[in-house]
């Protein structure tokens, strides 16, 4: 194909994915498909970097692929498969570590956030190097473009960092990929503190919103979001951050702009614009709750399809591990 690659990644760690990981990263996934060859794994490698039980984490590597697909991911279309498949990712990831320096991986500040609440006794020495298998992760495939949200921005440096340190030394090897975030929706807040990032770890239990929660929950907590002080529906991200983030959702869902929506609410209040997203948002979760739970009910042709994915991820992978090696002097 000659299309420019693209290659994302998700961690299967929390079951159900978020809003925030649906609008910040999944849906670019399912649009790049389109334009791209793209490769989308579950990162199962890095669901080992925290305590994990083996049962849990075998069960939501398949509950995260059958997510994936319920979003539109298209195995026609792209190369769905599991990280740990393909073990050129941890071979490629032992280099990448060879040409990180300690001070450089310190500064990731997702490894700082995470560290922090796991504590310095239980912060193992693989959460720490996660950002540079990351690394590996995408020039194993050559992507040109990486979808995902805002946090995932330094990472996504320090790869370019990281394969035009390796380029220079060795000659050139990887191509230097580029991150796709799209501004919009590249942060979506917690619903209930605007002031936070939408997350699985940090998250109020109120204000995150599961895609595979009771339809009815969500509409709920919907409801219940926090808003700003004053009655106006404006696009305001500094002044209004929680009307800010409903209207961003409202519009990313339904495809209305915001202008569009301002006109609409011009002299209603808070509440009917969150009766009315509680429906768009009723309206979008119920079908992929139902998709999500058909793929899950046909593990055999689930895992058939991901055994397809990583066989073709395969193909790329070794090729690229093969020069890389050769360089090296292996
Ligand atoms: P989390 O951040 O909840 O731990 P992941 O690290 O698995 O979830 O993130 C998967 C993808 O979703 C990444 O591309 C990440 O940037 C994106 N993402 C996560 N949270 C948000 C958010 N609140 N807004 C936009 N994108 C997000
Ligand atoms: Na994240």
């Known amino acids: 194909s000659d299309r420019p690659r693209a290659l994302s990644g998700i961690q ?29 794994m579950v990162v199962d490698l890095h669901a080992i970097t925290v305590p994990q039980d083996p049962a849990v984490l075998r069960a939501n590597t398949r509950l995260a692929a059958a997510q994936l697909l319920a979003a539109g991911l298209d195995p026609q279309r792209c190369t769905l498969f599991v990280q740990s ?32 609440k796991q504590g310095a006794d239980r912060t193992t020495v693989g959460l720490f190097t996660y950002p540079v298998l990351q690394v590996a992760d995408i020039l194993l495939y050559q992507a040109d473009s990486v979808p995902v949200g805002e946090d995932q921005r330094q990472h996504v440096e320090l790869t370019r960092d990281l394969a035009e340190r390796f380029n220079g030394r060795f000659g050139h090897t990887f191509t230097v990929p580029s991150p796709h975030i799209v501004k919009e929706t590249a942060k979506i807040y917690d619903l209930q503190d605007p002031s936070i990032k939408m997350s699985k770890s940090a998250s109020t239990t109120k204000g995150l919103i599961n895609l595979l929660d009771e339809p009815k929950a969500t509409a709920k907590k919907v409801k219940s979001a926090v808003t700003d002080t004053g009655s106006e529906i404006v696009f305001d991200a500094e ?11 409202f519009s990313t869902l339904t495809g209305t702009t915001i202008g569009d929506l301002e006109a609409r609410y011009t002299g209603k209040g808070y509440g009917a614009l969150k009766t009315d ?16 739970q058909e793929f899950l009910e046909d593990p055999e042709t689930l895992d058939a399809l991901l055994a397809t994915g990583a066989e073709k991820a395969r193909a790329v992978a070794a090729e690229t591990l093969a020069t890389a090696y050769d360089r090296i002097g292996f």
């Not at 997203?277 to 999500?292: K, S, W």
């Open 239 to 249: 002044n209004k951050p929680g009307v800010s983030n409903l209207l961003t959702i």
């Open 277 to 292: 997203l509680a429906d768009v948002m009723v309206d979008f979760v119920t079908p992929f709750r139902d998709r999500t």
């Open 12 to 40: 299967p760690t929390a079951g159900s994915f978020h809003l925030g990981n649906y609008l910040g990263a999944i849906r670019q996934y399912t649009a790049l498909q389109e334009s791209h060859d793209a490769f989308y």
């Open 85 to 116: 498949h393909v073990p050129e990712h941890a071979q490629l990831g032992w280099v990448m570590n060879c040409i990180t320096g300690f001070g450089e991986a310190s500064r990731m500040t997702q490894f700082k956030d995470k560290s922090a």
